[in-house]
């Protein structure tokens, strides 16, 4: 037999065979002397189960040798492990625990229990083997013929996710997550795979409907939120080519947002998860912006976020995945609802930021606005001086009838916020020795910021590298919630039914 031909793999749920249960129950058929310890029917109502996982052993495409765990971290029980007798001795339950293992260290699993036999002692050998050691008996925990149990345990050790070997990689569970974004006026839907790769990202803009009133209207967000959610749900999955049952875990954003809309996308998300029986994850919306750059490359930490969106403005340090700190924040308005306040006045669309951003590119900055607590030896930031200076330079000259140039204004604009935004960025990175600066949130799609944060890094820090999110994964998405979900996915906090809206939740 030629040993590199095995083909070890954890069968994947979404793709294992149909007969499954069956297979594995002709192949244990040959192996037990007192006979299969399920039935088929068990056999296959076992390994529909969610927690269940199945690892197996090909040769030339023939089923050799295959293991059953229940895995619900950090504990998980190996129910059984089995070789087909005519390839016993020949080191493919070895193989099968090296696969088990490497599994679990990735899972949050620190013990691996069974139960054996007391009399078997081929087993006990070969789990001793594998590390296994006695931690106790159940008496009479066997029948036909009745014998007492030796209950064994193995230790796994965690190991960091971080330089992981693609064959380590394409091994480990997928974890899909269906995530859903309704905190403002885009309904969103995304499928994401290991917290990192976008299946899909479905988002319903309903900014034209918001656009004459010039803001967002609750009560609209949240009828349009209501017609789309089931819709955009069921394309979110068309796209990712999968089925509700191909998915691991719900989530969704609890705040902050506003009240109403956030309420539909949690009632839904509620809603798919009991339907389902799946877990259901909470995320914070800044942190799902913070997280947006997962979905391009991994994190590296510390890190030192910049978020800048329509509701808020801030310095977010992070020692590690899920870690907040908010070292500085705005006082006032936040940056991106700065833009869409000058925006109104100079009669641009809402919202405005990004048509700001396309007349600034044009302009120059003539006016020097002032910048708002540049100097001041701290991490905060304000607007609200800006946009007063700004409105009542445009009144002085209406007022005269002074024709000022647009795109200067912009520009100038512009420069006060970015000009303040970098420089306190910059400030706090080498403060603090941040390995990686993250760009966050809607108006982290402003060009002038973009262009200005990376010449600022690049010129005055040495060993911190830089993300920004590709343009179309800055503005509300549920992909970014999905890949914020993975983290609280993999130290399994779940929460239950009675999950609300959290308006003005905070980051922490
Ligand atoms: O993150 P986001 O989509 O929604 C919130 O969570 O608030 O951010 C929306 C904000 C709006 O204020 C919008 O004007 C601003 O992001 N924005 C921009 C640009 N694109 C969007 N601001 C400046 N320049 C842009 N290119
Ligand atoms: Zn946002």
Redesign the pocket.
Known sequence: MDRSEIIVELIQKYSSPPNLGETLFRLTEGSYSTGPPWTVKQFMEVTEQRNIQCIVAYYENQLIGYAILSVLPPEAELYLIVVDKKFKKQGIATLLFERINSYLEHVQVDSLFLEVRKSNEAAINLYQKNKFEKIGERKNYYSHPREDARVMIKKIERRKEQGLSTDTRDFMKRVRILAIET??D?TSVAVIEDGEKILSNVVASQIKSHQRFGGIVPEIASRHHVEQITLIAQEALNEANLSIENIDAVAVTEGP?LVGALLIGISAAKAIAFAHGLPLIPVN?IAG?IYANQLVRPLTFPLLALV?????TELVLMQKDGDYHIIGETRDD????A??KI?RVIGVPY????H???MAQKGEDTFHFPRGMMKENNYDFSFSGLKSSFINRVHNAEQKGEELNKEDLAASFQASVVDVLVSKTIRAAKEYGVKEIVLA???A?????RNSLSKAVEEQLENTSLAIPPLAL???NAAMIGAAAYVEYKTQHFVDYSLNAKPGLELS
Do not use: F, M, Q, T
């Open positions: 905190s403002c885009e947002g919306h912006h800048v969106s329509g509701g808020h936040a940056a991106g609802e833009y869409d925006g919202p405005g930021g990004k700001i951003d396309e949130g809607g108006v799609a402003n060009r002038g910021l800055c503005g509300d």
